[in-house]
Structure formats: C-alpha cells, structure tokens
C-alpha cells in the first residue's frame, strides 16, 4: 500500500473527519480516490471498514448523472446535491460541500467533502407537492376544515362548483356561504365526523345555473399520529352520469314490469342454477304462489308439467341442461295448476342474452302459454269442418266452397261430376275458370258482394265441363264465417235440360209467329218474297236463302230464286244430282230434309261445290205436291260451319214450304 507523506495541515483535517457528525471524505485531485472517512461515511453506504470505501473513487459512489468529475476541476469549493440508493434499499440525498486544502499529498492537493443528509426534507417536500397536485388536479370537489368548522384549503373544483373565490372561502363556515339550512345539516354532519371519528357517505344534490348537480360525498376525520382530532376532510364526486343511469334503468325496469303485469304468458326468470328469480302476476295466478314465496325456491318445486305422451311430470331446466341446447320449445303440455286442474299449455325456456346477444350467465327465462281457446278453437274447426263435409257429400247438388280471394277449397262429387274433373284439377283455382269468360267480371263483382254481406241468389250462369260442353246453371251463394276464417258457398243446379226445353218453346212460338205474319204479308201481296226471305234469314241467322227447281227428265236441280243479304250475291250453281255421293232424292222423302257439311263425307263433286261456293252448311227441304217432288227449298249457311239444324228451325222450313209452292205457281201462270 502506498505510503502517504501529510502536511501538518492535513494531519489536522484527518483528526476534523473522524469527529465530524456528518458524512466526512478526504479526497485525493487528480486520481480522485478517498483517503480517508468517518463512521458516518460507512454507516449512509453500509459499509464496515473503512477499507471498503478507501479502495474506491469518490465519483464510484454515486449514480447521479449530473455529479462528474468536472465538478471538483480547479475547483476550491465544491457544492453538488446527489442521490444514491443505499445497500439496504433506501434512497438518501444529500448536499456536498467540498474545500480545498492547503495540504497535500504528494503534487495531488486534497479536497474535504462533507455530505449533508437531506433524506428527510426532500422527502417532506416531495409529498407536499405531490398533495397539492392531487388536491388540486384531481376530478372531485375537495374541501379540509379544522374542528370548528371553518375552510382551511379547498381545491379549485369546489370553488367551481360554488362560485366562489378562494379568499372568500379560507377563514369562512358554511354558515358563512351557503343558505342556512344546508349549513346547518352540514354542521350537524361535521360534529358528528369530529366526535364520533366516523366517516359520513351521502348523496346530495345542488341547484346551479337551472340544472340539478348530484354528488356522491364522504366526510372523514383528520387524524394526528398522536391520535388528536386535527380537522375534517371531505371529497365530493359528481354523479350525474351514474344518477341518468339509475334512472334510464328504473325507467327500464318499471317498463318491463309493467309488461310482464300486462302480458298475457306467464314469464318466470330463473338464475344460472335453476331457481326462481321473479314471476309475474299470471304466473303467480297459475302457480298459486307469490313471488316472495317462490323466489329463491327451484323450478320443480313450483312448477308441474306433465308430458301426456309419457305420463310424467318434466323438469324443464333439467330437460335443456341434459340436452345441452340452448333453448326449449315443448308443445302440447299440461300445467298443473294450484287446484289440481291441467292446462294446456307450451312453453319455451330460453337463457336470457346482453344486448349483443351473448349469454353471460345471467339465467334463463320461462315463457308458459295457455293454448286452452286454440284447442278449443281446433276441436270447434274439426267440428265445422266434419259437419261441412257431410253437408257437401250428402247434397244431391254440386256445391263448391272458395276462400275470400274467389278459389275453391273444396267441392262435392256432384260438381266434380258436373265438369268431368278430378279434385286435383280443381282445388286452389278461382272459380270463374270454369265459367264463360264474359261472365268473369261480374262473377267477380258477385264475389265482392259477398264479402260485404250481400246474397245471391237464383243467378244463372254459363259453365263449361272439360268436353267443352255448355250448361246452364243457376246458383245461389252466401257467405260462411267458420271459427278460422271466411268462405263462400256455391251451390248449383244445373237446368241446361229446362233452358233447352224453354228455348224451343221460345223458338216455336216464335217461328209460328212468324208464320203467321208471312202468311198475313204473301196474301196480300205475292211480290213479298223478298221481304219473306229477309225475315226468315234474319231468324235463322243465314245469309243466302234459295230455291230449286227439280227436273227429273234431266237429273239437275235448277235455281229459280235467291234471296242474298249483300247486293252484289253470286248465283247460285246448278245441281247435278247424279254426281251426289247417296240418294239424296231418296233421303229427302224419307227424311223429309237433308244436310250436308263440311264434316260429312264428300265426294270430289260435293267438296268442289262446298269451295266454289264458300259454303258452311246445306239444307235441302222438298217441295212436294201430292207426294210429287217438284223442287226444294236450300239454304246457305257461310257464318257457322258447325251449324246445327234444331227442330225450331225445321219446323219454320217445313211451314214455308208450301208459301213457296204457291209462290211459284203464280211465277209461272
């Protein structure tokens, strides 16, 4: 170890660091290495022997960025604040001061440092200032008064919230600032904080600018470590948001058990484990219990389901937990009710979801619904329905029952029968597919009526079966109200046979009329052919009207008259008999008429005749005198191909037929 030479000087300063209270270093310039150190030097570092710390550099002692060992170059005094932290883990600052000496050792003069410990202090301050930050930054209402009641400190949030400035508070009680009833709670509030050491937590609210400002605040004693009463401290947290909160909540909560009074299921909450949470007022109609009684209580022992397919009572809770689905719809259940009655019922257990639809373990509800008026409304539809069947199967008329909408839900054998269709083909269309299509719309103006109350009935309309063929029927309707909804009813009689029947009445009478009046118009004058023919064409309905002359010597009937409704009528072609196809001579005497079609079978003369002349039809009817053919009576029908002779008609011809015999007699005198 080198061996140090010391002024008499130094060898003073050496004595000085051992007596020193404060930490105490020589130190050498230059290599800065400590040469010597107090007991108090060791015991701030944790050191033992001074060995410890006289093997190292002063600058080693310290993590303090801002200390270098430019500080002590040319230096004669010496004053830095460090801060280390100490073997034990505790932080210590303090202030060096440090002197040059008139020694030295060797050419390096020394340097006596001293190290004051200002741990203490610097601490004391640093917590005020972090207080009078909080107390001032922090978001609520801070106020300490001492035991009489009078502010010593207040924050800049409750000079806010009051108005006030803070000289008008310091010094000042709340019977000084405030109205005297809310000073006198609060005085009461801080005798009772002081004396009874409690804290006091309350909600209060404060009218400003014309808005009602609500606070959480607590007031708690300020107690020294001497255990004396010293003042009161209170904090107030502004909770408008959390109060808006309560309120859309209680809003919430009365809404929805006002719904849960009003509707018409019984609901029952359940929590994660299977009890009751809450019924409502059905619920506790059906279960016979109340909700106090039952809360708390589990599902099966409040509430009995019996499945009548298995003849057991069913735990729902338990049946979705051992499914392991996420809800329940069961069907067709009875519930048990407080007087030992069944009733009908579904119910569905669902696990009750956030507003993000995640289930949070918040419970399940049970929705139970009464389904005893749809079973009763089920058995009366059967009912209906049965008797509706037997109504329509044992009518010996066609029926037929449509929807609202005109199309038909139904219909009897008879109606099926009467248009020559299956079920299938008929069921689901409207009705009037089946009808004439010029009656459509006011079949569909009948169906409106109907559903405004009206009645038909007796109303005949045309209808059409699947050959084609035309019937006459004649229908009354009504409207039908079952237990589900509104039909209509059709029921038919089909009087084709008696409209026919009329028809020829009506045409007979009519063509004797007629007669009548030719015969009334030739005796009078026998040049009225021609006005004859028009009336007889326009009741037939024809265009062309002839007659021809038979002549047997030449096997031709010749035209001796034509009647034509336009100006400009061809002639009418010479028949040469012997080029028919039959004995159409013979026919005639037997039949007493003859018609010929486009549809009977022609020969290349008859074909030839039916083009050339653009007929439809042709009716011959003999002129006989004295059973003699002596000409014939034809008619040209170009309008209808498929014209068919009724007896009407017939009859008209064979009336006529003597007018035109005696027509011809006169022609030829």
Known sequence: MEKHTFLPEVEIFQQMVHVLQDPAFLIECGTYRIVKTNEAALEIYGYIHHTDLTRRTFFELFADPSFRKESCQGARVLMERVGFIRKNGEIFYGDIHGFLLPGHIGDNPLYL??????????????????????????????????????YSEVNENFLRLHGLRREEVIGKTDFDLFPEAYALASSQEDHSVVYSRATIHKEESFQKNDQELWFETHKLPIISVQDQILGIAGFSLNINERKEVERQLKSKQEWLETTLRSIGEAVITLDDEGCISSLNPIAETYLGISQVRAIGRPLQDIVFIRNPEENQIEDPFALLKSKGIISLLQKDRLLVNSQGMEIPIEYKLSPILDRDGYYRNDGFVLIITNVSHYKTREQNLIAENQLMREFLESSPNPIFITDKEGRIVHANEEFEQLLGLEERHISHKVFWSFFASDEEALLQKELEGLSHGMKLKNHIFTLFDKEGKRHSVEFSASRVKTSRETNYIFILNDITERMNHMYLLYKQQTSLQLIEEILLLLRKNHEALPEVCQKISKFLDVQRLFVYQWHPHKGVCEPVYLWHEAKDAPESPVLEVGRFSQDWIGELL????????????????????????????????????????????????????????????????????????????????
């Open 113 to 150: 440092v001293l190290i004051k410990n200002i741990t203490a202090s610097l601490q004391t301050t640093y917590q005020s200032a972090v207080w009078q930050s909080l107390f001032h930054n922090i978001p609520l209402v801070l106020w300490i008064k001492d035991t009489h009641g009078r």
């Open 590 to 669: 037997h039949q007493r008429y003859l018609v010929l079609t486009r549809e009977t079978p022609l020969n290349a003369y008859e074909k030839k005749l039916f083009e050339k002349t653009g007929l439809g039809s042709l009716l011959f009817l003999p002129l006989m005198n004295d059973q003699e053919l002596w000409g014939l009576l034809g008619v040209h029908d170009l309008n209808n191909p498929d014209r068919v002779w009724d007896e009407t008609q017939l009859l008209l011809f064979k009336a006529i037929v003597p007018l035109f015999l005696q027509y011809t007699a006169f022609r030829s005198k």
